[in-house]
């Protein structure tokens, strides 16, 4: 089950439409554009993605993800355990 960290500071759990993990196209979604991983993760077995473009776009910011990263985040951050980003779950 993955996690989303909205801008407002709510979270969202998720699942994949796949049994083999969640696709681009999903994780795309959920971040609203083109995704990047969050270059420091909350634990080792976690995988987070941003929109590569937030800063561009204007996205809020998120103050949520931002203070569990220790770096600045916009826009919503969805993380993924590895096994299900790789479709082992």
Not at 9 to 18: I, L
């Amino acid at each position: 089950m993955a996690v989303i960290t909205h801008t407002d500071g709510k979270t969202t759990e998720v699942k994949p439409n796949d049994k083999s993990g969640f696709s681009l196209e999903e994780l795309q979604g959920y971040v609203g554009g083109l995704i990047q991983v969050v270059p420091y993760s909350a634990t080792e077995t976690d995988i987070s993605y941003i929109n590569e473009e937030g800063l561009l776009l204007g996205l809020p910011y998120n103050y949520v993800a931002s203070s569990t990263f220790g770096v600045d985040l916009v826009g919503d951050v969805i993380t993924v355990p590895f096994t299900e980003e790789r479709g082992d779950a």
